[in-house]
């Protein structure tokens, strides 16, 4: 797996007022793979069966590595599906 990783592009972007030309104000807000990840880890984490200590260093490394793995699959599924739903809508076309 030694592709490179999508970020999935960016949630809740913003653009700020602060005199600079347009689009030059823009902040991209958080990665959609750092979002998903962060909500995942937020369910590993409330999970007693998954968490275990989950302060103990060893443990909150593993448990934020499955967050970003989870993230990573979510982001590649959504890829796919709408690559499959384009098809399919191309392919009843016309």
């Known amino acids: ?3 490179p990783i999508s970020s999935g592009g960016y949630v809740f972007p913003r653009q700020l007022d602060d005199g600079l ?7 991209p807000g958080i990665t959609r793979r750092d979002w998903l990840a962060g909500l995942a880890m937020g369910g590993l984490v409330a999970s007693p069966s ?4 989950s302060m103990h260093p060893k443990t909150a490394l593993e448990i934020a590595r499955s967050a970003y793995h989870l ?10 599906e709408a690559a499959d739903i384009e098809a399919h809508a191309l ?4």
Do not use: T
Request: no cysteine.
């Open 1 to 3: 797996m030694n592709e």
């Open 21 to 27: 030309p347009k689009g030059m104000g823009m902040n």
């Open 50 to 53: 998954s968490a275990g200590d």
């Open 71 to 80: 993230a990573d699959l979510m982001i590649r599924l959504s890829n796919e």
């Open 91 to 94: 392919s009843h076309a016309g």
